[in-house]
């Protein structure tokens, strides 16, 4: 019999957004500000025999035999069946204002059969955005996150081997044509919406500047007038508001992981009265199996009669046991914690407790 145990960690999310100020740049994001994911289809060499097989992926072959035609290597007809070389699936972001001759990270994923890509190195690799244009080219060594090991009686294997990292393994060979002087606004993407934050945003920046500049749009959104803030550039306005403190507001949340057991309480969660009953049901299943024997002389063979033993118990704890709502946070974990239940339990009671309408928080399930 296996017994689980659970790590009930109950993390108080010390919210302090009442008494503590976060920067404006930690709350939103700028208009025009952004990333740009890139992708590229790549063969990575060198590696100790733990590559693709080229008959469960003839795409290998496929990238293999155009990379070696365009060095000049004519292998028309041939067959190769190499294990030291494996498909991979080569991805990264442009990050925003990237210029021509930076470099950036890529990650390097095995899409065929290939065991590990340990000590391999990716050749030139294109890599394409959305639109279809080639921003950047990675190549380099593959910094493979895990290792595998494999005997003739077995096989383990340690993280993930078959992706990995490249440092700096993309030089970035075009630039995002987007003119950030021309913006005459911009537009603050809060993170989490919220009309309470996104109204503080705006009286914040307004209060920094004496005079109107924000405008909040919706809960999501705050408009800021660039000529307004007097700045030579929308780069400016965002460099004289960016550092801006404001006070966030937070929503009241439960956030529940089963499979680890861990609950996570946000400081404005509130409980109303309430009385709960929980009991716990075991099922024990034993079985015994007899062997029968026919008589001394007497013609027959032996046989296993199964023999099964069923019981059945529940756990006699107390009917109902009342859970007083409070004021804190902190009352509401000390009347939890006077069920003395188990962490998977305990999670059990707040999905109760949240369909009868007395957990005033939003429930999350991971």
């Not at 010390?14 to 920067?23: D, K, L, M, T, Y």
């Given at each position: ?10 993390v108080?999310i ?10 404006l ?16 289809y ?44 494996a ?43 959305a ?43 075009q ?12 537009r ?26 924000a ?8 408009q ?5 803030t007097?700045?030579?550039s ?30 996570v ?21 034993e ?27 529940e ?13 804190s ?34 429930f999350?399930?991971?």
């Open positions: 019999m296996k017994t689980l145990f659970l790590a009930f960690i109950v108080l010390a919210s302090f957004a009442n008494a503590a100020s976060v920067r740049k930690d709350l939103v994001e700028f208009d025009g500000v952004r990333g740009n994911d890139l992708v590229g790549g063969l990575v060499v060198g590696l100790n025999g733990t590559g693709d097989g080229i008959r469960n992926a003839p795409f290998t072959e496929e990238i293999m035999s155009s990379i070696l035609e365009r060095l000049g290597v004519n292998i028309t007809g041939e067959q190769i069946r190499p294990k030291n070389v498909a991979v699936i080569v991805t990264s972001v442009l990050p925003p204002f990237a210029r021509a001759g930076s470099q950036i990270d890529v990650t390097v994923s095995a899409i065929g059969d290939a065991r590990s890509l340990l000590g391999g190195t990716l050749i030139m690799t294109p890599l394409n955005a639109d279809g244009q080639i921003y950047a080219v990675a190549q380099g060594t593959v910094l493979a996150g895990g290792a595998e090991a494999q005997g003739d009686g077995g096989r383990v294997v340690n993280g993930v081997p078959t992706s990995g990292a490249i440092p700096s393994g993309a030089r970035v060979e630039e995002v044509d987007f003119d950030f002087t021309s913006l005459e606004s911009l603050l993407a809060l993170r989490t919406p919220d009309f309470t934050t996104a109204a503080k945003v705006e009286a914040s920046i307004n209060r920094a500047f004496h005079r109107q500049v405008r909040m749009l919706d809960a999501g959104t705050v800021v007038d660039v000529h307004a007097r700045a030579a929308a780069a400016h306005a965002i460099g004289m508001i960016e550092n801006i403190l404001v006070e966030p507001e937070t929503r009241a949340r439960v956030v529940v992981d089963q499979r680890s057991g861990t609950i309480m946000g400081e404005d969660v509130r409980l109303s009265r309430v009385a709960v009953s929980q009991g716990n049901l075991t099922l024990r299943i079985e015994a199996p007899a062997v029968v024997q026919p008589n001394p002389f007497a013609p027959g063979t032996s046989i296993v009669v199964p023999r099964s033993s069923i019981t059945l118990e756990d006699r704890g107390p009917r109902l046991a009342e859970v007083v709502g409070g004021p946070l902190s009352e509401v974990i000390a009347g939890l914690n006077a069920l003395g239940v188990s962490p998977r339990d305990m999670i059990d009671i707040l999905k109760a407790v949240n369909a009868a309408g007395a957990l005033h928080a939003e999350v399930v991971q």
